[in-house]
């Protein structure tokens, strides 16, 4: 059987302190997780605890349909290690990491999904899920730069 893992890396010519970041800013989670910049969606809510045991919720609205992604942080380690159950309301709970290496010239971010096994059929729309969202995230990246 295969493990229903999705696992992506990417390079970011930004400090790790700014991708982390991302992950727990609603302003910049609207540029490159949700909405319709990403996706033909709407925002309803994006709200989030941003310390350990903090939940989170990003309700949206897709083909007439509220979606709401629910979840709890389990780690915060800034800049390098962002960890959280992820599912949408309902659903079982998966879990996603996210792990942070670089320095002032550029940032590697390795994203590990751990599927529940009952998602094994969504495994490839997972990872085509979390690519769009972090060739967003790179643009976002790039276009909200802090001034010099």
Same mark, same amino acid.
């Not at 893992?5 to 302190?17: C, G, L, N, Y």
């Not at 949206?60 to 979606?67: A, F, L, N, S, W």
């Given at each position: ?46 709200? =989030?605890?941003?310390? *350990?045991?903090? /939940?989170?919720? +990003?309700?949206?609205?897709?083909? #007439?349909? &509220? $979606? ?5 942080? =389990?780690?915060?380690? *800034?800049?390098? /290690?962002?960890? +959280?159950?992820?599912?949408?309301? #309902?659903? &079982? $709970? ?55």
């Amino acid at each position: 059987m295969i493990d229903p893992v999705v696992k992506i890396t990417r390079i970011f010519d930004t400090i790790p302190e700014r991708v982390f970041n991302a992950w727990l800013d609603p302003a910049m989670l609207e540029k490159w997780m949700f909405g319709p910049g990403v996706r033909d969606e709407d925002i309803l809510h994006l709200k =989030l605890d941003r310390k *350990p045991g903090g /939940r989170f919720s +990003f309700l949206v609205k897709r083909e #007439g349909d &509220e $979606i709401d992604h629910i979840g709890r942080y =389990l780690e915060i380690d *800034p800049p390098r /290690r962002l960890v +959280f159950t992820w599912r949408i309301a #309902g659903s &079982e $709970i998966s879990a996603v990491t996210i792990e942070i290496e670089g320095d002032d010239r550029g940032s590697e971010l390795m994203l590990t999904h751990l599927l529940h096994e009952n998602w094994i059929d969504h495994l490839e729309r997972t990872r085509q899920d979390w690519t769009l969202m972090l060739d967003k995230l790179g643009e976002a990246l790039r276009t909200n730069r802090p001034e010099e």
